[in-house]
């Protein structure tokens, strides 16, 4: 199946069986699972959360095999379907009271996480861990719009078209979105980095 293209693939779902079907849905997803976690997760702020919404994207995909049209890539299709799932999701937690102590992060290597250099001593460590933290609050800390564009744009490394056509806005509310959000991202980080930098 490796040879296959995303778009072949799905399409191929509509005359298989039912099993041959989920065979293929299970590529697909072996294929894009962790870019969609770590979307879901850019969205959401929630590593358990993101995974489950995974989950049951490729669940859709499987359910909804049938109503996929070629007029967009695959991967804009899944991402339109995960999207969805996390606005759902956010606007869920907003009505469900969070329990006292619990905590939507889970400790690990996420989107928004780099690796720390390697030889790195502990301080420098310590560090680039706490960038990373902050970094990851700035994003979080964006409405949802703005939010959503800088996990696509520059994450998930997507081009203006993919995330205007995902979003379902003009490329122009693109542009303009990421510009504001980069400039309040660089208004919340500015003082870390001239710290960093003193």
């Given at each position: 199946?490796?040879?296959?293209?995303?778009?072949?693939?799905?399409l191929?779902?509509?005359e298989?069986?039912?099993?041959r079907?989920r065979?293929?849905?299970?590529?697909?997803?072996k294929?894009?699972l962790?870019?969609?976690?770590?979307?879901?997760?850019g969205?959401?702020?929630?590593?358990?959360?993101?995974?489950?919404?995974?989950?049951?994207?490729f669940?859709?995909v499987?359910r909804?095999r049938?109503?996929?049209?070629?007029?967009?890539?695959?991967s804009?299709?899944?991402?339109?379907i995960?999207?969805?799932l996390?606005?759902?999701e956010?606007?869920?937690?907003?009505?469900?009271?969070?329990?006292l102590?619990?905590?939507?992060q889970?400790?690990g290597?996420?989107p928004?996480?780099?690796a720390?250099?390697t030889g790195?001593?502990?301080?420098q460590?310590?560090a680039?861990s706490d960038?990373?933290?902050?970094?990851r609050?700035?994003?979080?800390?964006?409405?949802?719009?703005?939010r959503?564009?800088?996990?696509?744009?520059?994450?998930?490394?997507r081009?203006?078209?993919?995330?205007?056509?995902?979003?379902g806005?003009?490329i122009?509310?693109?542009?303009?979105r990421?510009s504001?959000a980069?400039?309040?991202?660089?208004q919340?980080?500015?003082?870390?980095?001239?710290?960093e930098q003193?």
């Amino acid at each position: 199946m490796c040879e296959f293209s995303d778009e072949a693939l799905i399409l191929g779902c509509r005359e298989a069986s039912e099993e041959r079907a989920r065979a293929l849905v299970g590529e697909l997803a072996k294929r894009h699972l962790d870019r969609v976690v770590g979307f879901l997760f850019g969205l959401t702020g929630d590593s358990a959360a993101a995974h489950d919404l995974a989950q049951e994207a490729f669940v859709r995909v499987y359910r909804h095999r049938m109503r996929y049209r070629e007029v967009a890539r695959f991967s804009t299709w899944l991402y339109t379907i995960a999207r969805n799932l996390a606005l759902n999701e956010l606007r869920n937690r907003r009505r469900r009271p969070q329990a006292l102590g619990a905590s939507t992060q889970e400790p690990g290597l996420h989107p928004l996480d780099t690796a720390p250099a390697t030889g790195a001593g502990p301080a420098q460590a310590a560090a680039e861990s706490d960038l990373q933290l902050a970094v990851r609050a700035a994003v979080m800390s964006l409405d949802s719009p703005y939010r959503e564009v800088v996990v696509l744009c520059d994450l998930e490394e997507r081009t203006y078209a993919e995330a205007a056509e995902i979003l379902g806005v003009p490329i122009g509310t693109i542009r303009s979105r990421l510009s504001r959000a980069r400039g309040r991202l660089e208004q919340r980080l500015r003082p870390l980095l001239e710290q960093e930098q003193g």
